[in-house]
T-cell receptor, first 113, second 111 residues
């Protein structure tokens, strides 16, 4: 039973560029959430996708956008990269209904130079 | 605005002894609380959760206690094992599975 998988594992981009990160949820899960974890901090909620729609959004600018596909997989896009976007980006999945724990992938380490 | 706070960033404990991690929250709408463990180069792994209708939940060596009036929860690990050395995150949500995380506690279990 595959857990949450993310690609790529590492990425180096230049300021001003655009990046796309990908995520496949755990089998049986229908909801995907994205989190940003800066060094020494806890993960910060970016947004949540269910039924191919953004359901909730955290305090992140419009440069951060996402998409969910019919097979429940998801992408996170970040435009006009800033140095401060350097972080570990975590994808998590769970069931939309009811309180249930998020299962996280191993993340994509993004470095912006 | 940090809604979930974990003080004492690091903890060292002897193997076999109890590890106690504490967490405070400010949002009274939180009704579901979780602890995650994170090893370097891996994502957070779910450990244990508790809903606001309970004050204690136990799973093997892990027990979480919730004190709603104090807006405080704690994680007890007993006995501590070397494999428990990791960063532990406290998280909470308000019925929407959108988690607010603390900054984490580094636990080192000394063999």
């Amino acid at each position: 039973d595959a857990g949450v998988t993310q690609s790529p594992t590492h990425l180096i981009k230049t300021r001003g560029q655009q990046v796309t990160l990908r995520c496949s949820p755990k089998s049986g899960h229908d909801t995907v959430s994205w989190y940003q974890q800066a060094l020494g901090q806890g993960p910060q909620f970016i947004f949540q996708y269910y039924e191919e729609e953004e359901r909730q959004r955290g305090n992140f600018p419009d440069r951060f956008s996402g998409h969910q596909f019919p097979n429940y997989s998801s992408e996170l896009n970040v435009n006009a990269l800033l140095l401060g976007d350097s972080a570990l980006y975590l994808c998590a999945s769970n069931h939309y209904r009811g309180a249930n724990p998020l299962h996280f992938g191993n993340g994509t380490r993004l470095t912006v130079t | 605005d940090q809604q979930v706070k974990q003080n004492s960033p690091s903890l060292s404990v002897q193997e076999g002894r109890i590890s106690i991690l504490n967490c405070d929250y400010t949002n009274s709408m939180f009704d579901y609380f979780l602890w995650y463990k994170k090893y370097p180069a891996e994502g957070p792994t779910f450990l244990i959760s508790i809903s606001s209708i309970k004050d204690k939940n136990e799973d093997g060596r892990f027990t979480v206690f919730l004190n709603k009036s104090a807006k405080h929860l704690s994680l007890h690990i007993v006995p501590s094992q070397p494999g428990d050395s990791a960063v532990y995150f406290c998280a909470a949500s308000a019925g929407n599975n959108r988690l607010a995380f603390g900054k984490g506690n580094q636990v080192v279990v000394i063999p």
